[in-house]
Every structure is written in C-alpha cells, then in structure tokens.
C-alpha cells in the first residue's frame, strides 16, 4: 500500500539531530555541497508519517532497488513488499525502484523498516540502473557509511550519507547485497550504532538467487509466524537448497535481538517459529573465536546417525552476532572433491547449542553405494574451464572480474554439477555476483 500526500513532513520528525560520524571517502570520490544537494532535491513531495504513533497507528516500510541487466533485484522488493504489506503486517509500504537521492535522503531516519539492494561494500550501497536510458541526473545513488552525502569524480554516482541524521525511528534495516558488514567497521554496524534498534547485512559476497530464496523464509517468519528478527534470519540459515549455503547463512546481526518487526498491538503475534532444531543438553569445551571445536565433532560423531568426521568438513565458523558469543557452524560432506547435500548447521548462543542435519544414516549409506565414476573423469579439469568462460559470458562490459569459484557438487538428487560464482567490482566500487550452474551428467 502506497500513501502519498502533497504535504511537508515535519522537520523535527525527518532533519533530527546530526551526529558527529567520521568515514574514509573513498579514492575518486568527493562531499556534496549543500548547493548540490538542493538542486536535486527542491521538488520532491514527501510521503506521509505519523508523528505521534500509538498502538494502531500507520507503520512504514520504504524498499529500495535498482533496474539491472546483472543482478535480479526486483524480486528483493516484491518479497518484501508482499510480507510487510497488507497480507501480513499491514505495513504502509513504499516501493522505489531506480530511486532519486531525495528518495533516500528524506526517509531513512523517520522510516519504520528499510531495505537497500543493490552493488554491495563494507561502507556503501550502490543502487544505480544499468541501462544508460533509465538513468537521469539523481538515480545513480545509494547509500554511504558517512556523516556526509558523497559524489564520485564524474558527478554520476550520488550516495547519501547515511550518518547525517539519527536513525533511532528506524526498526530494523536490510542490507540485501554484498559485503555490507565485512569489516569490524560497517556500513550495517554504523547504523545500529546511529540509532536503528537493529540491522542485518552480509559478511561476504551473496547472491540474488540464494538471496531471494533465504528472503522469503526470513520475512515468513517475521511476519505470519511472528518470530523476532534475530530468530527468523537464524531459522532462515536452516534451509537447504542454496547454491552456496556456505555465504548466504554469513549474515550478521546487530541490535535488539529480542524485537520483532511490529511492537502494534493489533498486529502482534505469538511466534509460532519451529526451526527443527536439536538441543545439545551436554556442557562442551569449545572456543569457537580460536576455531577450536573438536568437543562439538566429536559429540555429533557419537550423536548423529551417519556422521563421520573423515567425511564431513567444517566449511563456516561464522561469528553471527560480532561482539558476543553467537556462531554460526557448517559441516558438509564430501566425497572426492564434490560436495554432497548432506550437512550439518549448528547455532552457538553463549551456553546453548542447537544443531539441524539434511540427513539420516541410511541418506549416507545409499551415496556410499551410489556409483561416483566422474571421480576419474579426466576431462573434469576443461570442463570446468568451460563453465568459468560461459560464466563470463554474463558479465557486463563495463566492470572489472574480481574472481570466479568453482564449486563441485552433487545436488539433492546425486546429479553432479558444476557451479561457478563470479565476483565483479562496477565502476562505482559495489561488488555483485554472478552464479552459473551446468550439469556434469551426460545423460541430461
């Protein structure tokens, strides 16, 4: 649902205080003059807040996507336009695709919920239309890790500093795209820290066919089965299917962990989230910050039917919650060099310990028997050369190719495949990835 009306919003409720926030500008990049930014800015009509909110008084959520002949970020938006609007939490929801600066600008800091996709860093979101028709003077934009609005040297990009205002209106923002809490010092950090009573963001390189996938389970849980934000990315990490399960469950969060996305009484609900989680009723000796978690193995070797430490490797240890004693554990299994579909997820929170598995024993006793002849397949080596080159085919003219991963794997029905993740830096220094899959099964 979209409300706009032909009023000012108050000044106190959008031009809150400015905090002092200091950023690196990056190589090639400039501030904004305060003239620069009135001249992109003078006619635009605000969409309407609710000052003085109660129980039942308008929620609002403000999305933000690109056009892009790379990345698929449309979806992002409908997904969770579709949770957060009417047919769930009844949120006033606000699309902007291809969005102006002053699009940006005026309601990060008076907006309920806010979600930016697009080319990813550690200090900044660029969300610009590919297509050279789609762009004007104000929509290559994005958002900055700054106290101030920043300009690239051609006077195209324009990234909003995010840092000018205090966020504290703001209940949860999404950072759907790459890199956005890398570092110790982050863009999604940065806001928590400005007043946002919580964020998510990614430590590393995702992308949108994984995205879209965990975004749907996430904002399921947020919304028709009530789960706090923190417990809905956490059961979100449980799903199987991801091209790279080993990025997407990296996701950190920061803030509240106890809010969920609607404290309106009319709209509240009991969670009702089963993660199907097991509970590890045993004290373990683990330091998961030194990698040190052979208690942990060797409990699910005694535990876990079809477990063996020879077979499944430890992919992730991922520090969920940084600063505190929340981690995130991958194992999978391998055979040869591919991966398998069989894994086992455990969530560390301080002294509890929950676990999920994709498996039972007799999933692994029927791969032992499963005839796995591409192990001696010695033409493997060129047809991974020929996944990466047609993996490059998709890749714009205009950015740089960072890298490309080649994943081996057997997926859910024992087909062995090729996946292939490209990683690409624009013209503006967002990061974006590119995935390529082919079947290595002759007969498909």
């Known amino acids: 649902m979209k409300k706009f009306i032909t009023m000012a919003v108050s000044l106190i409720l959008c031009f809150n205080t400015t905090i002092s926030a200091f950023a690196a500008i990056p190589e090639g990049w400039r501030e904004m003059t305060e003239e620069e930014i009135e001249s992109i800015s003078g006619d635009f009509i605000e969409p309407e807040r609710n000052t003085e909110k109660t129980a039942t008084d308008e929620m609002y959520a403000a999305l933000y996507a690109p056009v892009r002949g790379d990345i698929d970020t449309i979806p992002d938006v409908d997904i969770a336009e579709d949770y957060l609007g009417g047919n769930y939490l009844n949120y006033s929801v606000e699309r902007y695709i291809n969005p102006r600066y002053v699009n940006i600008d005026r309601l990060y800091n008076c907006t309920d919920v806010l979600m930016y996709t697009g080319h990813g860093n550690y200090d900044r979101v660029v969300i610009s239309p590919s297509a050279e028709s789609d762009k004007t003077d104000d929509n290559c934009t994005g958002v900055y890790m700054g106290s101030k609005s920043i300009v690239d040297k051609t006077y195209n990009a324009k990234l909003v500093g995010i840092l000018k205002r205090n966020m504290s209106a703001c209940k949860f923002v999404l950072f759907a795209c790459c890199e956005a809490a890398k570092t110790n010092s982050n863009i999604t950090k940065s806001v928590v820290e400005n007043g946002a009573k919580s964020a998510i963001g990614w430590k590393v390189k995702v992308g949108s066919p994984d995205l879209h996938k965990w975004e749907r389970r996430f904002f399921e849980n947020v919304s028709s089965r009530g789960s706090t934000i923190y417990n809905a990315a956490k059961e979100a990490n449980t799903l199987n299917g991801f091209a790279f399960r080993e990025d997407i469950i990296q996701n950190v969060f920061y803030g509240d962990k106890d809010l969920k996305l609607s404290n309106n009484k009319s709209r509240s609900t009991e969670e009702t989230t089963k993660n199907g989680l097991i509970q590890i009723d045993k004290n373990l000796n683990i330091d998961c910050s030194n990698k040190n978690i052979t208690d942990l193995t060797n409990y699910l070797e005694e535990n876990v039917e079809g477990f063996d430490s020879n077979l499944f490797k430890v992919k992730v ?71 990466k080159k047609e993996a490059r085919k998709e890749v714009p003219d205009d950015v740089i190719v960072e890298e490309q991963i080649v994943k081996k794997v057997l997926n859910e029905d024992l087909v062995p495949m090729l996946f292939v993740k490209t990683s690409c830096i624009d013209e503006y220094g967002g990061v974006f990835v590119l995935y390529y899959e082919c079947s290595l099964d002759e007969k498909q």
């Open 317 to 387: 240890i991922h520090n969920s919650i940084p600063g505190e004693n929340y981690y995130t554990i991958l194992y999978g299994m391998e055979i040869g060099e591919f991966q398998t579909p069989y894994e086992v997820i455990v969530f560390v929170e301080d002294d509890n310990i929950e676990y999920s598995a994709t498996f039972d024993k007799s999933d692994i006793e029927n791969l032992m028997i499963t005839p796995i002849a591409f192990e001696e397949d010695t033409s493997l080596e060129s047809k991974i050369e020929a996944a």
